[in-house]
């Protein structure tokens, strides 16, 4: 039984109830990260608007965006509760990370860009664990569709190319010698 009193559906190939629930909690853990994760794409595209890093970053956010809606929709399909709890905790952890200076405090320090750019190389690499993790199961769930998850991965996967590009040049920028 879950925290309302109703009975749970099986998924077949976890264990159990218990299964159930840790997937439960691992997805809401995943949305906590997806949710740090949008915010902080946005952040940067609107932060570095007018640049070619701002333009290089817009799409990738909106895709990050949607990444969130579509691990709340295969939520919604397993039927496992969203705690929004761990949402909440996800924006207030990326709303602290700004109050960070990163050696400027009256403008934007190209250190910033450099810094939000790892992290998002590592919400996306854990968002690719997320739907590995998902693609396994949809072998012995039928309400996981194996073809959008593996869209998804490879959706994830170019996104990790091109944020890994970014924050090598960006890297190279934030770094060179006068």
Same mark, same amino acid.
């Given at each position: 039984?879950?925290?309302?009193?109703?009975?749970?559906?099986?998924?077949?190939?976890?264990?159990?109830?218990?299964?159930?629930?840790?997937?439960?909690?691992?997805?809401?853990?995943?949305?906590?990260?997806?949710?740090?994760?949008?915010?902080? =794409?946005?952040?940067?595209?609107?932060?570095?608007?007018?640049?070619?890093?701002? =333009?290089?970053?817009?799409?990738?956010?909106?895709?990050?965006?949607?990444?969130?809606?579509?691990?709340?929709?295969?939520?919604?399909?397993?039927?496992?509760?969203?705690?929004?709890? @761990?949402?909440?905790?996800?924006?207030?952890?990326?709303? =602290?990370?700004?109050? @960070?200076?990163?050696?400027?405090?009256?403008?934007?320090?190209?250190?910033?860009?450099?810094? %939000?750019? %790892?992290?998002?190389?590592?919400?996306?690499?854990? @968002?690719?664990?997320?739907?590995?993790?998902?693609?396994?199961?949809?072998?012995?769930?039928?309400?996981?569709?194996?073809?959008?998850?593996?869209?998804?991965?490879?959706?994830?996967?170019?996104?990790?190319?091109?944020?890994?590009?970014?924050?090598?040049?960006?890297? =190279?920028?934030?770094?060179?010698?006068?």
């Amino acid at each position: 039984m879950n925290d309302q009193g109703r009975s749970i559906p099986f998924l077949p190939g976890l264990a159990g109830q218990n299964g159930y629930t840790l997937l439960g909690i691992y997805l809401n853990d995943h949305l906590a990260g997806a949710t740090m994760g949008a915010e902080r =794409a946005r952040h940067l595209a609107t932060a570095c608007r007018g640049s070619d890093l701002g =333009a290089a970053v817009a799409p990738i956010a909106t895709a990050i965006a949607e990444d969130r809606r579509s691990l709340l929709a295969v939520m919604r399909r397993l039927e496992l509760p969203v705690r929004r709890y @761990k949402v909440y905790a996800g924006r207030l952890g990326e709303r =602290a990370g700004r109050l @960070k200076s990163n050696g400027s405090l009256l403008r934007r320090s190209p250190l910033s860009s450099l810094l %939000e750019l %790892e992290l998002l190389q590592i919400g996306v690499q854990g @968002k690719i664990c997320a739907w590995d993790t998902l693609r396994a199961l949809a072998d012995h769930e039928r309400r996981l569709d194996p073809h959008q998850l593996d869209g998804l991965l490879d959706r994830a996967r170019e996104q990790l190319r091109t944020i890994d590009d970014l924050r090598a040049r960006q890297a =190279a920028e934030t770094f060179r010698g006068p």
